[in-house]
């Protein structure tokens, strides 16, 4: 009897639920049932300290548009790993693997954002066998076109845009929504594209206020008299890009602002008099159904891992290639963040329909 484990770890999306159950009902067709299917709860620290437990198929049904995840999750940075915990001096790593061996696991498969790699690129290269599978809403994964709950995300922080617009263009107001996305800037990007935002600021592109400014002035000076900023969580002006990281960390401190918006709404009021509001929906943007698009690219996603796991193909994360499934080896996707070029066709686009970056 083959044993697989299936853990999600770090930060929730959508489709982690779509994933597992298309790992699981793939796995059981492609070993003609002769597969046992071990759920190991909240992440690494359930392969930690052995909570795991065998799951039944029926586990498995009814839970394609069901957001969040059944196994449940956590944040362990990868950092701490090979830290021997101070309190009950657990070696981490060792304790891995010595539950994998006590439950008989044959492989696992792990679903997982960046942080996530890299502890299974490390479980790899410590002998257990490992397929993973990219998630996050960010889109920051190396080595796949797109991950899973990126489009159901975007889709979200899209709505955001559109009901913001309508009280916008009622009140005359300029309005700023911050979208997720850690380190990088897809997320606003393309939900920023979608929902016709006037200027989008990602951290790829740092931005000058005053040609922000600008913008909002030319817009109002045409009878507009709103406009819409989607804001990357981690945008980023050229002053303080300029700025060393301890530096840069200190003046944040020192300002002392909620979020990335907040700051932008407080540096623009310097330079101009319209009425400005912030929305920040935050994790909002993680929660609910996935939409279709992620439903089948969960289900592909899941059916590819299982046949690696058939052909006893390890150590890789199943990427997402040019309308194609394909295995990336760990070692290339593990500590390497896709960050969106900043000679990006679709910034290209953008910057054609009158898109402003800031820049
Ligand atoms: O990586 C997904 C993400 O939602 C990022 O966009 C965001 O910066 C971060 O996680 C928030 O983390 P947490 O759920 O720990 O607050």
Not at 59 to 85: C, Q
Not at 173 to 181: A, N, P, Q, S
Not at 236 to 252: G, N, T
Request: net charge neutral; charged share 25%.
């Amino acid at each position: 009897m083959y044993k697989v484990g299936i853990l999600t770890s770090g930060g929730d999306c959508q489709g982690l639920n779509a994933v597992i159950r298309g790992v699981a009902k793939s796995l059981y067709e492609e070993f003609d049932n002769d597969v046992e299917i071990y759920g190991i709860k909240d992440g690494y620290a359930g392969l930690i300290d052995g909570e795991i437990r065998k799951m039944e198929p029926a586990d498995f049904s009814g839970i394609l548009t069901l957001g969040g995840t059944i196994l449940g999750t956590s944040r362990r940075p990868f950092k701490m790993m090979r830290v021997i915990d101070d309190v009950t001096g657990i070696d981490k790593v060792r304790a891995m693997k010595k539950n994998y061996k006590k439950f008989g696991l044959d492989c696992v498969v792990i679903l997982g954002g960046n942080g996530t790699q890299k502890s299974a690129r490390m479980l790899s290269e410590e002998g257990l066998n490992i397929v993973s599978l990219p998630k996050t809403i960010d889109n920051d994964v190396w080595g796949t076109d797109i991950t899973f709950g990126f489009q159901s995300a975007c889709d979200i922080a899209v709505n955001v845009i559109d009901c913001i617009h309508t009280t916008a263009s009622s009140h005359g107001r300029i309005f700023i929504v911050e979208v997720m996305g850690h380190k990088v800037g897809w997320l606003t990007l393309h939900a920023g594209i979608a929902g016709g935002a006037d200027i989008i600021l990602i951290p790829e592109i740092p931005y000058n206020i005053h040609k922000i400014a600008a913008v909002i002035n030319k817009r109002e000076a045409a009878g507009k008299r709103f406009s819409i900023l989607a804001v990357a969580e981690g945008a980023i002006s050229d002053k303080d890009a300029a700025l060393k990281k301890k530096e840069l960390k200190a003046l944040r401190m020192e300002q002392n602002y909620p979020s990335a918006a907040y700051r932008i709404a407080d540096e623009l009021s310097e330079y101009i008099t319209n009425e400005i509001r912030v929305t920040v929906p935050g994790h909002f943007q993680r929660g609910g159904s996935p939409c279709a698009f992620d439903r089948v690219l969960c289900t592909r996603l899941g059916a590819a891992a299982a046949r690696l796991i058939k052909r006893r193909h390890f150590g890789c994360m199943v990427g997402m290639v040019n309308g194609r499934t394909v295995p990336v080896p760990l070692y290339e996707v593990a500590g390497k963040l896709k960050v969106v070029p900043i000679d990006s066709p679709l910034i290209e686009d953008a910057k054609d329909v009158g898109i402003s970056f800031g820049d």
